[in-house]
């Protein structure tokens, strides 16, 4: 992993932490972590009682599929399902969602904040943390925690562990433990209050505020990953959804060098390439890495399709300026000075896609709009 990963820690040898939890990783005793999992959620279902046994935070992606599976079929929980929803879903991301509903049989709600509130925050998102997704960054975190909260469910499940992928840290040292701040500290940087500006309220950004410390303390909410209780193989798990429950990889995802991660959200690419303008790397070089610590690929060839990859200007980039009312040039120059002091006097190559995007990027919702319109006429 490049140099520029948030966080990212190395040893004297130079080895960084995604190297070292993977060697940890085929050096963990796996059965035993298992046993822990099923003691913990055995008690999570004897305090439940009738009410739900636990919250799983889902999109419809690979993981959050998977995690239903483990939890409702293995397991035998009655979780809660709970989406925050971008509102940037793709037709793919859509369908993949209703579908692992209607496959697992769980009580489902969401939350989905209005359309003209995500163009504005994602304007800011690029201001504020040099990412196009503070919404979903800060979403994901609030939502569920106010519902666990708000139905007095205290178990949070989540999926990937943190020391999968990202060199952020290591099986051995998780260095975040999940608390009510896990989502800011991770992945949303700003609170609701910092994200407010001329054009945002702090009552536009009401639905992003965490519950409180003491109705989180009253509850007693705690949250784990799946990926810290057994053996976390994404591709595989992804394989095993699509053939046995109907899930559906898209045919292209932008940014990236394979088709399943991020695959409900339109704007995954923008995402990665924000990534790439700030700190040099994309999803190319995360997942080409992925590979090589697996061994699935050389070095030199994990270097050539993350080079290929993490470069292109996403298609996605022209509804993500048309939602925020940025001009390209604006979007580039807000990136420029993102940029974090390794690349500052670095020249960063911007590629072309070379083909067209197979499904519409623009978000479901529209585009049956779109179609409803066109049938009127």
């Known amino acids: 992993?490049?140099?520029?990963?948030?966080?990212?820690?190395?040893d004297r040898?130079?080895?960084c932490l995604a190297c070292q939890s993977s060697e940890q990783k085929m050096?963990?005793?796996?059965?035993?972590?298992?046993?822990?999992?099923?003691?913990?959620?055995?008690?999570?279902?004897?305090?439940?009682?009738?009410?739900?046994?636990?919250?799983?935070?889902?999109?419809?992606?690979?993981d959050s599929v998977f995690?239903?599976?483990?939890?409702?079929?293995?397991?035998?929980?009655?979780?809660?399902?709970?989406?925050?929803?971008?509102?940037?879903?793709?037709?793919?991301?859509?369908?993949?969602l209703l579908n692992c509903l209607e496959q697992f049989n769980v009580d489902h709600i969401m939350f989905t904040p209005n359309r003209k509130l995500v163009g504005k925050i994602a304007r800011r998102s690029l201001e504020g943390i040099g990412d196009s997704c503070w919404h979903c960054h800060s979403g994901v975190g609030a939502f569920p925690l106010q519902a666990a909260v708000k139905f007095k469910i205290?178990?949070?499940?989540?999926?990937?562990?943190?020391?999968?992928?990202s060199g952020r840290a290591s099986y051995d040292d998780p260095v975040r433990k999940f608390d009510r701040d896990y989502f800011t500290k991770v992945s949303a940087k700003l609170k609701p209050s910092q994200m407010a500006c001329e054009y945002l309220s702090e009552?536009?950004?009401?639905?992003?505020?965490?519950?409180?410390?003491?109705?989180?303390?009253?509850?007693?909410?705690?949250?784990i990953h799946l990926g810290d209780y057994i053996f976390w193989d994404d591709e595989r798990q992804m394989e095993f959804v699509r053939d046995h429950f109907g899930w559906r990889e898209c045919e292209k995802m932008e940014n990236a060098i394979k088709c399943y991660k991020s695959a409900e959200c339109i704007m995954a690419g923008v995402h990665d390439f924000t990534c790439y303008l700030k700190r040099g790397f994309a999803r190319g070089t995360v997942q080409a890495s992925l590979d090589v610590r697996n061994g699935l690929l050389s070095r030199r060839q994990g270097f050539e399709l993350a080079?290929?990859?993490?470069?292109?200007?996403?298609?996605?980039?022209?509804?993500?300026?048309?939602?925020?009312?940025?001009?390209?040039?604006?979007?580039?120059?807000?990136?420029?000075?993102?940029?974090?002091?390794?690349?500052?006097?670095?020249e960063l190559v911007v590629g072309k896609q070379?083909?067209?995007?197979?499904?519409?990027?623009?978000?479901?919702?529209?585009?049956?709009?779109s179609v409803s319109d066109n049938l009127s006429e």
């Not at 992993?1 to 190395?10: C, D, K, L, W, Y």
């Not at 205290?154 to 562990?161: K, R």
């Not at 300026?321 to 002091?341: P, S």
């Not at 197979?358 to 709009?369: A, D, F, K, N, W």
Request: proline fraction near 7%.
């Open 154 to 165: 205290p178990l949070l499940i989540w999926g990937e562990s943190i020391a999968e992928s």
């Open 307 to 346: 080079a290929a990859k993490d470069c292109e200007r996403p298609h996605s980039l022209d509804y993500f300026l048309e939602a925020t009312g940025l001009t390209e040039d604006e979007f580039f120059e807000i990136m420029r000075k993102k940029r974090v002091a390794q690349l500052v006097d670095v």
């Open 203 to 223: 009552k536009d950004l009401f639905p992003f505020e965490l519950p409180t410390a003491e109705e989180c303390e009253e509850i007693g909410v705690y949250g």
């Open 354 to 369: 070379s083909t067209a995007h197979p499904e519409p990027l623009v978000p479901y919702p529209q585009q049956i709009q």
């Open 1 to 10: 992993m490049p140099e520029t990963v948030e966080s990212i820690q190395f």
């Open 27 to 62: 050096r963990i005793n796996w059965g035993e972590r298992e046993q822990t999992l099923r003691r913990l959620l055995n008690d999570a279902k004897a305090k439940a009682g009738n009410n739900y046994d636990c919250i799983v935070p889902i999109s419809g992606g690979k």
């Open 13 to 15: 040898a130079g080895i």
């Open 67 to 96: 995690q239903l599976y483990v939890l409702t079929h293995v397991y035998e929980m009655k979780p809660l399902a709970v989406t925050f929803s971008h509102n940037w879903f793709s037709q793919t991301g859509m369908y993949n």
